[in-house]
């Protein structure tokens, strides 16, 4: 019964390749997430969605495209990708109305060689 | 805009002594919400505690406490009788009032703690 799951954990591959990252919820929630951590640590928000419309995209270049199928899902395919998109890639989720959690989930490492 | 600064890269305590962790943050909203998170060596994000800045009561989970002080704009974590597997990074958070279309959380740099047996 996990509640925020990503695909895949580990994903290593090529300069200049396309790869997707998936993300569910079965928390019933509106909104969800995409944060990158980078080598340092650092995590900062990418995307939102609520209800599968774009609420925030912040200033993530052209070649990072979400897709949300429903309010369950939020995809990330990234296009040509270089080599300073190795990070761990987080999906998280909220739910609507004055709560404020957000539920993050385990991860994606992407590793570009 | 809203900033978060954990002044504290890394820190180290005692097994079974307390250690608090800094956090200022800035912004100009009345109304918003504070968070720590953990990230243990699995990297999952572990929500610890919660406050809301309407709320003047510090939040408190188990050994888990915070010193909420808001004029100052400051956030800190204390951790009481502190257990190996409090190890982990830590992460200082705000979050935009509800009902704001900027709906996000903004992170600090992060305080790594070691515990010490």
């Known amino acids: 019964d996990t509640a925020v799951s990503q695909t895949p954990k580990y994903l290593v591959t090529q300069m200049g390749n396309d790869k997707s990252i998936k993300c569910e919820q079965n928390?019933?929630?509106?909104?969800m997430y995409w944060y990158k951590q980078d080598s340092k640590k650092f995590l900062k928000i990418m995307f939102s969605?609520?209800?599968?419309?774009?609420?925030i995209n912040e200033t993530v270049p052209n070649r990072f495209s979400p897709k949300s199928p429903d309010k369950a899902h939020l995809n990330l395919h990234i296009n040509s990708l270089e080599l300073g998109d190795s990070a761990v890639y987080f999906c998280?989720?909220?739910?609507?109305?004055?709560?404020?959690?957000?539920?993050f989930g385990p991860g994606t490492r992407l590793t570009v060689t | 805009a809203q900033t978060v600064t954990q002044s504290q890269p890394e820190m180290s305590v005692q097994e079974a002594e307390t250690v608090t962790l800094s956090c200022t943050y800035d912004?100009?909203?009345?109304?918003?919400?504070l968070f720590w998170y953990k990230q243990p060596p699995s990297r999952q994000m572990i929500l610890v505690i919660r406050?809301?800045?309407?709320?003047?009561q510090n939040a408190t989970e188990n050994r888990f406490s915070v010193n909420f002080q808001k004029a100052a704009k400051s956030f800190s974590l204390k951790i009481s009788d502190s257990q190996l597997g409090d190890a982990a990074m830590y992460f200082c958070?705000?979050?935009?009032?509800?009902?704001?279309?900027?709906?996000?959380?903004?992170f600090g740099k992060g305080t790594r703690l070691h515990i010490l047996p």
């Open positions: 998280a989720s909220s739910s609507p109305g004055r709560t404020y959690e957000q539920y």
């Open positions: 928390l019933g929630h509106d909104t």
């Open positions: 969605y609520n209800n599968k419309e774009l609420i």
């Open positions: 912004t100009s909203e009345s109304d918003y919400y």
């Open positions: 406050q809301e800045a309407y709320k003047q």
């Open positions: 958070a705000y979050r935009f009032p509800f009902m704001n279309r900027d709906d996000k959380i903004i």
